[in-house]
Antibody, heavy 122, light 106 residues
Framework: QVQLVESGGDLVKPGGSLRLSCAASGFTFSDYYMTWVRQAPGKGLEWVSHISNSGYTIYYGDSVKGRFTISRDNAKNSLYLQMESLRAEDTAVYFC???????????????WGRGTLVTVSS | IQLTQSPSSLSASVGDRVTITCRASQGISSYLAWYQQRPGKAPELLIYGASTLQSGVPSRFSGSGSGTDFTLTISSLQPEDFATYYC?????????FGGGTKVEIK
């Protein structure tokens, strides 16, 4: 069955860096676009970043553009999010998710991991 | 594209019919999805393409609408349906979610 398992969340000081990972199994990882979505404590969902199956096409949300970098290693069935210059407002649970369609017009997410908590605080 | 959900919360009883609305700031055709999120859990896809039920989702869930106005309907609320529901526009970057509708037990 499809599984997505995030890791790497931690407590980090403002201005610090962190790298999140998402290990995928149960499907052909290299066939699917992948995404990161975050949720601040008690708040709604916020899309963060999206990467094509090849890794060549990448999108970012405005709040993280220039600070976060999404990448993937298809040989390792893994998705990553490198986060730099972290701010208090980046505190959230970060979910990785799989795009449910091969069609680039349909960016909905059919499988999600359980999330990893990033806390930015001094 | 901004998505505005209403209401932000509602109280209902088991067996009730529940309707949640999602309004887009500009037309998005049928490029809308709905998710359910139970407390402490990841979101789960309910509907995509505004009205297509994801595999395995109970038929009491249905979606409708196109353009700017969309609805999610639960025909007969079950105990496991008490959760927060989010809409998402799936076609324009940045991808955006609605603010959520929390369905609570009356």
């Amino acid at each position: 069955q499809v599984q997505l398992v995030e890791s790497g969340g931690d407590l980090v000081k403002p201005g610090g860096s962190l790298r999140l990972s998402c290990a995928a199994s149960g499907f052909t990882f290299s066939d699917y676009y992948m995404t990161w979505v975050r949720q601040a404590p008690g708040k709604g969902l916020e899309w963060v970043s999206h990467i094509s199956n090849s890794g060549y096409t990448i999108y970012y949300g405005d709040s993280v553009k220039g600070r976060f970098t999404i990448s993937r290693d298809n040989a390792k069935n893994s998705l990553y999010l490198q986060m730099e210059s972290l701010r208090a407002e980046d505190t959230a649970v970060y979910f990785c998710a799989r795009r449910g369609s091969y069609n680039s017009n349909w960016n909905y997410f059919d499988y999600w991991g359980r999330g990893t908590l990033v806390t930015v605080s001094s | 594209i901004q998505l505005t959900q209403s209401p932000s919360s509602l109280s209902a009883s088991v067996g009730d019919r529940v309707t949640i609305t999602c309004r887009a700031s500009q037309g998005i055709s049928s490029y809308l999805a709905w998710y359910q999120q139970r407390p402490g859990k990841a979101p789960e896809l309910l509907i995509y393409g505004a009205s297509t039920l994801q595999s395995g989702v109970p038929s009491r869930f249905s979606g409708s609408g196109s353009g700017t106005d969309f609805t999610l309907t639960i025909s007969s609320l079950q105990p496991e349906d008490f959760a927060t529901y989010y809409c998402q526009q799936v076609n324009n970057y940045p991808l955006t979610f609605g603010g959520g509708t929390k369905v609570e037990i009356k």
